[in-house]
């Protein structure tokens, strides 16, 4: 889609009163619960903050070491069957996209407005219940603007409304630094993510093992070869917005000859580049989202408002995030080389950035092309209420497996 094609909001007749700068001394404005807020004004005050803080804070830290030893207790099957090994790990991952799902729905209910282009036509339908059902291909490479930390929980959650269900198929690019978080970082390196540096001579031996392995054909029983699911999601921008990552790329742009982004920063192509190539021929396409939430001042950055406190505690998350989606075919990139690459994908990133501009001047994307009239309008929700309860089940059924075996040896015991 070519940004000429993007429409755009007509010149405003009446005068325009400049906004008071609410936010002037305050490091956090997101923690002031007077101020102008996105997501208005606060709904809880300190006291029920801090509860809510608890119970968040319990329920992710539980379900995380739950996770955490069910993928260690799993590790054993590699020795034995690493297909099975790797089928039982994308379990552990579906049981973490269905924590941070549920963490959602109940403590941070979010709205999500969805449109898209004529190339994922007939791939995004409405369920009679409400929930938006996607069919997007099991093999794919997910690209992202990338506004705050949180964008790849709201784009695991795309992974769950898939049909089928690729929740326990994601996989991400992290900084190398999250590998020393407590239980997190070890859970994440079993979940086989991509840990970078930031150096690619140090990240590209990384890449190509961890490619290698996402692209490697397995033969099932019968003979047939097939490759196992994959969603690998990329942030070209490397890091989240904001005014300092602005600020480094409009530098980045003048010196380098380039047009500036007004909405995001230009993106990286060597990493994505290397991706691609790595994986042309098991993968068809690349799917591109545009992320935008609702409410944030031109100019503003959506770490500024949407932190995990006012969010999940304050009870201020997003009013609605908003989802554009587009399809690129590898065939039609320019993979052979990295120059023209580079040229392509700025090119996307300035139509991304055009989409971008027509939401904070309209509120919304442009209406769906996809064969779906308007936009699509859901929340981040579970299928069955009871859906939580997978987190814990298989640690339990084996809980419950061992006593019953320490129970028949004391009984054998006590025979003999």
């Given at each position: 889609?070519?940004?000429?094609?993007?429409?755009?909001?007509?010149?405003?007749?009446?005068?325009?009163?400049?906004?008071?700068?609410?936010?002037?001394?305050?490091?956090n404005p997101a923690l002031?619960?007077?101020?102008?807020?996105?997501?208005?004004?606060?709904?809880?005050?300190?006291?029920?903050?801090?509860?809510?803080?608890?119970?968040?804070?319990?329920?992710?830290?539980?379900?995380?070491?739950?996770?955490?030893?069910?993928?260690?207790?799993?590790?054993?099957?590699?020795?034995?069957?690493?297909?099975?090994?790797?089928?039982?790990?994308?379990?552990?991952?579906?049981?973490?996209?269905?924590?941070?799902?549920?963490?959602?729905?109940?403590?941070?209910?979010?709205?999500?407005?969805?449109?898209?282009?004529?190339?994922?036509?007939?791939?995004?339908?409405?369920?009679?219940?409400?929930?938006?059902?996607?069919?997007?291909?099991?093999?794919?490479?997910?690209?992202?603007?990338?506004?705050?930390?949180?964008?790849?929980?709201?784009?695991?959650?795309?992974?769950?409304?898939?049909?089928?269900?690729?929740?326990?198929?994601?996989?991400?690019?992290?900084?190398?630094?999250?590998?020393?978080?407590?239980?997190?970082?070890?859970?994440?390196?079993?979940?086989?993510?991509?840990?970078?540096?930031?150096?690619?001579?140090?990240?590209?031996?990384?890449?190509?093992?961890?490619?290698?392995?996402?692209?490697?054909?397995?033969?099932?029983?019968?003979?047939?070869?097939?490759?196992?699911?994959?969603?690998?999601?990329?942030?070209?921008?490397?890091?989240?917005?904001?005014?300092?990552?602005?600020?480094?790329?409009?530098?980045?742009?003048?010196?380098?000859?380039?047009?500036?982004?007004?909405?995001?920063?230009?993106?990286?192509?060597?990493?994505?580049?290397?991706?691609?190539?790595?994986?042309?021929?098991?993968?068809?396409?690349?799917?591109d989202c545009t992320v935008?939430?609702?409410?944030?001042?031109?100019?503003?950055?959506?770490?500024?408002?949407?932190?995990?406190?006012?969010?999940?505690?304050?009870?201020?998350?997003?009013?609605?995030?908003?989802?554009?989606?587009?399809?690129?075919?590898?065939?039609?990139?320019?993979?052979?080389?990295?120059?023209?690459?580079?040229?392509?994908?700025?090119?996307?990133?300035?139509?991304?950035?055009?989409?971008?501009?027509?939401?904070?001047?309209?509120?919304?994307?442009?209406?769906?092309?996809?064969?779906?009239?308007?936009?699509?309008?859901?929340?981040?929700?579970?299928?069955?209420?009871?859906?939580?309860?997978?987190?814990?089940?298989?640690?339990?059924?084996?809980?419950?497996?061992?006593?019953?075996?320490?129970?028949?040896?004391?009984?054998f015991v006590r025979g003999?």
């Amino acid at each position: 889609m070519a940004t000429g094609e993007l429409r755009h909001r007509p010149p405003a007749t009446k005068q325009v009163v400049p906004e008071p700068n609410l936010t002037a001394g305050i490091a956090n404005p997101a923690l002031d619960p007077n101020i102008a807020h996105p997501g208005g004004r606060a709904k809880y005050g300190r006291f029920r903050a801090r509860l809510r803080a608890l119970s968040v804070s319990m329920y992710f830290a539980c379900s995380c070491v739950v996770i955490h030893l069910t993928q260690i207790i799993g590790i054993p099957i590699y020795l034995v069957d690493h297909d099975f090994y790797y089928s039982y790990i994308s379990l552990t991952k579906a049981s973490f996209g269905l924590l941070i799902t549920t963490m959602t729905q109940w403590w941070a209910p979010t709205l999500i407005r969805i449109s898209g282009d004529a190339s994922v036509a007939g791939q995004l339908s409405l369920t009679p219940d409400g929930r938006v059902e996607c069919a997007f291909p099991e093999r794919m490479v997910m690209i992202a603007n990338h506004q705050i930390y949180t964008d790849w929980l709201y784009l695991w959650w795309v992974g769950y409304t898939n049909s089928p269900q690729m929740h326990g198929h994601i996989y991400i690019i992290l900084k190398e630094s999250l590998k020393r978080i407590p239980v997190l970082g070890p859970a994440c390196m079993l979940y086989g993510f991509i840990f970078m540096s930031r150096k690619m001579a140090v990240d590209q031996p990384r890449l190509a093992h961890r490619l290698g392995k996402l692209k490697t054909r397995h033969t099932d029983p019968s003979g047939k070869q097939f490759l196992n699911p994959m969603w690998l999601l990329l942030f070209p921008e490397g890091t989240n917005l904001s005014g300092n990552g602005r600020n480094k790329s409009a530098k980045w742009a003048e010196k380098s000859g380039l047009k500036d982004m007004q909405h995001q920063m230009l993106p990286r192509s060597a990493g994505m580049f290397f991706c691609l190539n790595e994986l042309k021929g098991t993968v068809g396409y690349v799917y591109d989202c545009t992320v935008a939430y609702e409410g944030i001042p031109r100019g503003k950055y959506g770490e500024q408002y949407f932190t995990l406190s006012s969010t999940y505690f304050q009870g201020r998350p997003p009013k609605s995030v908003n989802f554009y989606w587009r399809r690129f075919a590898l065939d039609d990139m320019p993979l052979d080389s990295q120059m023209e690459f580079d040229k392509w994908l700025r090119e996307r990133w300035y139509e991304k950035d055009a989409l971008l501009e027509q939401y904070v001047s309209t509120g919304r994307f442009p209406a769906n092309g996809a064969g779906i009239k308007g936009h699509i309008e859901t929340e981040v929700r579970t299928r069955y209420w009871w859906e939580f309860g997978k987190i814990f089940i298989m640690l339990g059924s084996f809980g419950m497996l061992l006593n019953l075996m320490l129970k028949m040896a004391r009984y054998f015991v006590r025979g003999v």
